[in-house]
């Protein structure tokens, strides 16, 4: 009969061990499930803002392609009225629209128009028709570079707010399941 409660005592001790180990990996689902909720509600936020943040970015190189479009075609209805002076003889009226058109570019353009303006004008020469700036390769799509990285970085982040919440919901499952195993309620 000593034998038999031996084993009986091994088997509660048994027992005890596996509810232990039970509740020690139920706290440890429980934290990491809470730890990737952390993580996931982080992660939302920090997306948002730069999605936020992006849209702005979008918002002005919208402003600055409008503007710089404007401006390229002030520059180029002067040019027409120089072509025009200088066509009808008017020298005085063709250096004057010369130093307003160099004073027009100087104080308005930026460096990235003056450049894909450089770059129209050589296209120009060697075509019959007129070049815009707005037509050299890439030149447009520069003005989004920044605002195409938040966006970029926000989608990116987002998925790893999505894989935290899958991992919280899969921890919180495990958890779950651990407590059905130790018999504790709902």
């Known amino acids: 009969?000593?034998?038999?409660?031996?084993?009986?005592?091994?088997?509660?001790?048994?027992?005890v061990v596996l509810l232990g180990v039970t509740a020690l990996l139920t706290a440890w689902a429980s934290w990491i499930g809470s730890l990737h909720g952390g993580n996931q509600a982080t992660n939302y936020t920090r997306s948002n803002n730069l999605a936020a943040e992006g849209n702005a970015e979008y918002n002005a190189a919208i402003q600055s392609l409008t503007q710089d479009m404007m401006l390229y075609n002030e520059v180029n209805n002067m040019l027409i009225d120089q072509i025009y002076a200088e066509e009808s003889g008017d020298t005085a009226q063709a250096e004057a629209l010369d130093w307003k058109i160099d004073e027009h570019i100087m104080?308005?353009?930026?460096e990235e128009l003056t450049e894909a303006m450089i770059w129209a004008s050589d296209q120009t020469e060697t075509s019959e028709e007129t070049v815009s700036p707005f037509e050299m390769e890439g030149f447009v799509e520069s003005y989004f570079d920044s605002a195409t990285e938040l966006l970029a970085e926000s989608e990116a982040v987002l998925e790893e707010g999505s894989a935290d919440n899958t991992n919280a919901d899969s921890y919180g499952l495990r958890r779950r399941m651990a407590e059905r195993i130790k018999g504790d309620p709902e």
């Open 1 to 15: 009969m000593k034998e038999k409660k031996t084993l009986d005592e091994l088997l509660e001790i048994l027992v």
């Open 107 to 110: 104080g308005n353009f930026s």
